[in-house]
């Protein structure tokens, strides 16, 4: 049984890899080993990353090492092309998840002409039309109340779509949140709010951003059910997100999960080593200890069905490779040039901008820029 508001969080595989309940069927070796996989893929595109971001290659990067089992479980629990995602900025896991073209999620963050935006969004901000993932915006919650517009628009329309908005412990305390979560409330509209609550909004703890004890209990305020869940733990997961996007599609109205999980690299590189004056390395210890990727290896260990160091090695450097060859692909594509930011906006360019493109170019041929 499934149940909101529990004061724990809902799991299915302890820490240790030892089932706490039932294993559902589904979740054969083979499933568990796929999963694995992805989360592998997303943890060493977060290395390749940071490294290319040291490199200068790219100017933002917010690492997911450690919130892989939510975000990959995510991807799971949706009906990708179908549903709507309005994700947050941490969201490069469910997008790979998802399906998001690796060489498309480089090329943002690289901004080459490759880039579906063509270096307009900040990087690590990338959209993808295919899979219903709308691009992200960087100002905390201000995905919420579109998202909430979006499943009243579903419900309104009468199709079975939902609409997934995800955002972060801290996104909670903003405005936005609250009215987002209020209309889709009193709407009665499809939206799965999901909480990847990671513990930290850079440098606030949870505890300095709210007096509520968990973030799930607020689901109350706004008449929606609010359920808790390890986020560390892919089964439990799939199992309660899988559940609650179910209940949201049978029109049952909008659902809040919490699921807890921690980062356990920097918050962006804003912030890159400063982590240390924040938070203690023993806590970092802990949760690095409750690795998700771990969880499910020690799980397909205790069914019998170890994941070798050879296929762990092997999955590192297939995704390094995949990573290297489309940066390559990316980088060979070279850099817009300052025409772009006049184009793709108006048909008619105005007056005021074809003035601004005219300056522009003499400066540039001028040579002084
Ligand atoms: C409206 C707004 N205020 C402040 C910021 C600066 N800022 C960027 S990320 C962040 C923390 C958000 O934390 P959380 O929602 O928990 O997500 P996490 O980064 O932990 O995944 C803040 C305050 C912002 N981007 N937008
Ligand atoms: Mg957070």
Known sequence: MIQPFTSDPLRWVSEDGQPVRDLPVRFTPEVLRELHGEMVRAREFDRKLVTLLRQGRTTFYAQASGMEATQVGLARSLR????????????????????????????????????????????????????????????????????????????????????????????????????????????????????????????TNL?????????????????????????????????????VAAEVRAGKGPALVECLTYRVGSHSNAD????????TREEVGEWLARDPIVRVERLLEHLGQPVTAEERAGLISAAHREVDEAVLAAEATGQPDWRIMFEDVYADTPVHLREQAAFLRQEQEGGRA
């Not at 951003?209 to 439990?236: C, F, L, R, W």
């Not at 890159?272 to 938070?279: H, P």
């Open 272 to 279: 890159a080593d400063a982590e240390k004056f924040y938070r």
């Open 80 to 203: 990708v092309g179908h549903d709507w995602v309005w994700p947050y900025y941490r969201d490069h896991a469910l997008g790979l998840a998802m399906g998001v073209p690796m060489a498309d999620l480089v090329s943002q963050c690289l901004g080459t002409n490759s880039d579906l935006s063509r270096g307009r969004q900040m990087p690590h901000h990338f959209a993808a039309a295919r899979q219903n993932f709308v691009s992200i915006s960087s100002s905390i919650a201000s995905q919420v109340p579109p998202a909430a517009g979006n499943a009243m628009a579903q419900k309104y329309l009468g199709t079975d779509e939902i609409t997934v908005c995800t955002f972060g412990d801290g996104a909670t305390s903003e405005g936005d949140w609250h009215a987002g979560m209020n209309m889709a409330g009193a709407a009665g509209a499809p939206c799965l709010f999901v909480c990847e609550n990671n513990q930290w909004a850079i440098s």
């Open 207 to 243: 505890r300095a951003q709210t007096a509520s004890e968990t973030i799930h209990i607020k689901a109350k305020a706004y008449g929606m059910p609010g359920y808790y869940v390890d986020g560390n733990d892919i089964v439990a997961v799939m199992e309660v997100l899988g559940h």
